[in-house]
């Protein structure tokens, strides 16, 4: 049997935790526009709550008439985004798919009116 | 008033979680229906466990539910031990039996909490489990109408419709559609032909403004599963524009299909409504979609 010499040993060495690699922290979801006034044009989602519409009231303002004033709002919780229509005139479609709210999942289309948003769950 | 339906476990058979279902989702049956705040829902699949969470977090003081079966395979009672109202003393659920002194589906929920299958039986539930029943395949909640229609399936299966005032929707799942057509062989040669519905199908989901529909496989996996207990897209989709449904949304996914091949298949069930000259709107049901009836 073959005998290795001390210094051959691998040592496993723990890695002290002030020394160990932060985890990278994750870019906010982005609603990128693709579609109407304004395109294209990315929105990164920094707060928990927004509000899209062509109202001054709205976070997300989109200069179109076939928008709501307060049309969506987009809520993060517990590492989701979630859409909810605010009784828009025109709607919410997902995907095609006329939709009241939904968790927005990587690559959705979200259609307001004729403005139309990509959805990137981990940012841009 | 409105009705809200929203998909809390749209797949069949068995949960699917993982990254090539996450848009669809892996849960499986159950829908919940609200209809001016009264509670319905459609099935006890692991979707449940899901609509307990988010129940809890809606300040009610009570929860009263009224609670349907499709059957009672595993993939729609399972999610029934885990749904935690039921635990809480101040929630009612009626379970809604197809007939009086038919005990079929309360029996089940009983016997799956058995210790040889669960740590906490069914007596130790704080909350109130009450009976309901259909009577002439009929029942009344408030304003809102129920009816049942027997489906094909093995073990037996039931369809449900709800009407409140003049919205209506269908949920029709686990049902051999294509054991009952009246074309039934000529529609396994030609996949292009138009199948025919057995006219109490057909009208049992007439004018329905959402269809929820078992559609589990494709012409091509179907010739493989034939009494199986589920229905190909396309018997779904012809159906629906027969009986001039508005919104079809496919459900009980195949747990071998991933989000992609639901795409393709909802792609061709759009393709297969607009050769038929219809405008029906087909998607796919996918978990925690809200949908509102207006």
Known sequence: MARFAADERTVVAESPTSQRTPRPRRRPPTLEQIRGPGSPHAYHLFLPEVVVGRGVQ???????????????????????????????ANGVFLNGVRAHAAVLRDTDLLELGSCAFVFHERGL | MSLFVRFWGTRGSIPTPGSK?????????????????????????TG??????????????????????????????????????AYRPTTQIHVYEIARHDERFTRLLLGQMRSEYFPVSFSDLGGHILPGYFENDCAKVD?????????????????????????????ATDSELDLMLENKEQ???????????PRAITDFVRDADLLIADAQYTDVEYAKKIGWGHSRVSTVVDLAVRANVKRLALFHHDPLHSDDQIDSIVDAARQRAALRGSNL??????????LKIP
Do not use: M
Request: hydrophobic share 40%; glycine share 6%; proline share 3%.
């Open chain 2, 21 to 45: 279902t996450r848009r669809y989702g892996g849960n499986t049956s159950c829908v919940e229906v609200n209809a001016g705040g009264q509670l319905f829902i459609l099935d006890a699949g």
């Open chain 2, 187 to 197: 529609t396994l040669k030609d996949f292009d032909v138009l199948r025919v519905s």
């Open chain 1, 58 to 88: 709205s976070q997300i303002i989109v200069d179109c008439p076939s928008l709501s004033r307060s049309h969506v709002r987009i809520v993060q919780h517990d590492g989701e985004v979630r859409f909810l229509d605010l009784d828009s």
């Open chain 2, 143 to 171: 304003g809102v109408v129920l009816r049942c229609l027997e489906q094909t399936h093995p073990g037996r299966s039931f369809a449900y419709r709800l009407e409140q005032d003049t919205r209506s929707i269908v949920y």
């Open chain 2, 281 to 290: 709107d087909v998607f796919a049901a996918r978990e925690d979609l809200v």
């Open chain 2, 48 to 85: 449940l466990r899901e609509l307990g969470h988010d129940l809890l977090t809606r300040n009610l003081d009570t929860v009263e539910a009224h609670l349907f079966f499709s059957h009672t395979h595993w993939d729609h009672i399972q999610g029934f031990p885990f749904f935690i109202p």
